[in-house]
Nanobody, 123 residues
């Protein structure tokens, strides 16, 4: 499966951005999807994940209540709605996919990765 992330850009503290990740090449509903991010000088970290049917989600603590992951299997797209943005949300955001059944928070358990989209939050 090929993944193409988009929607990054410059946001303001307290503002919102929505990331999208379009998948192609395979049956999208066969994949668990995840969002990860990597800030400058830091390791890539888990942000959110969603099950194949979209009925189960998990978030890292720092984004709970602010970010929402969702998917539209008819459009082969997963989204990350980011509200109440903070400067510490600044990072390159990556979408990832895997055929596993159970959503994972570990980046080494995703086989497919998009190219990343930069989110910069100004204070």
């Amino acid at each position: 499966v090929q993944l193409q992330a988009s929607g990054g850009g410059l946001g303001q503290t307290g503002g919102s951005l929505r990331l999208s990740c379009a998948a192609s090449g395979r049956t999208f509903s066969n994949y668990v999807m995840g969002w990860f991010r990597q800030a400058p000088g830091k390791e890539r970290e888990f942000v959110a994940t969603i099950s194949r049917r979209g009925d189960s989600t998990r978030y890292t603590d720092s984004v709970k209540g602010r970010f929402t992951i969702s998917r539209d299997n008819a459009k082969n797209t997963v989204y990350l709605q980011m509200n109440s943005l903070k400067p510490e949300d600044t990072a390159v955001y990556y979408c990832a996919a895997d055929t596993r059944w159970i959503p994972s928070t570990k980046n080494n358990e995703y086989a497919y990765w998009g190219q990343g989209t930069l989110v910069t939050v100004s204070s």
